[in-house]
Nanobody, 119 residues
Framework: QVQLVESGGGLVQPGGSLRLSCAAS????????MGWYRQAPGKQRELVAV???????NYADSVKGRFTISRDNAKKTVYLQMNSLKPEDTAVYYC?????????????WGQGTQVTVSS
């Protein structure tokens, strides 16, 4: 059974930094696109950043230059380094694993970790 376990959320002041981690199990991690999404109260879930199995990276415009996504295939872990945090970054952050096998698309989600940016 695929499991994604996030950690690293918390309360931080504006301008501060946090590093989120997502450890995966029971998937061929190196062949899986890994992403971070977030959902603020009353809003839809949105893509924050994705790092594909081949290494290509995409960021939401709102986080470009502030957030960095990376992956360690040996540890089956994806990271999101968040710098210069703003109150509007406050949300529950979810880890996503996206893979295609035998023409079937599989999406797996973590349980989410709360990030609150406030003074």
């Amino acid at each position: 059974q695929v499991q994604l376990v996030e950690s690293g959320g918390g309360l931080v002041q504006p301008g501060g930094s946090l590093r989120l981690s997502c450890a995966a199990s029971a998937i061929i991690f190196s062949a899986t696109d890994m992403g971070w999404y977030r959902q603020a109260p009353g809003k839809q879930r949105e893509l924050v950043a994705v790092i594909r199995s081949g290494g290509r990276i995409n960021y939401a415009d709102s986080v470009k230059g502030r957030f960095t996504i990376s992956r360690d295939n040996a540890k089956k872990t994806v990271y999101l380094q968040m710098n210069s945090l703003k109150p509007e970054d406050t949300a529950v952050y979810y880890c996503n694993a996206h893979t295609v096998a035998l023409l079937n698309i599989y999406d797996y989600w973590g349980q989410g970790t709360q990030v609150t940016v406030s003074s």
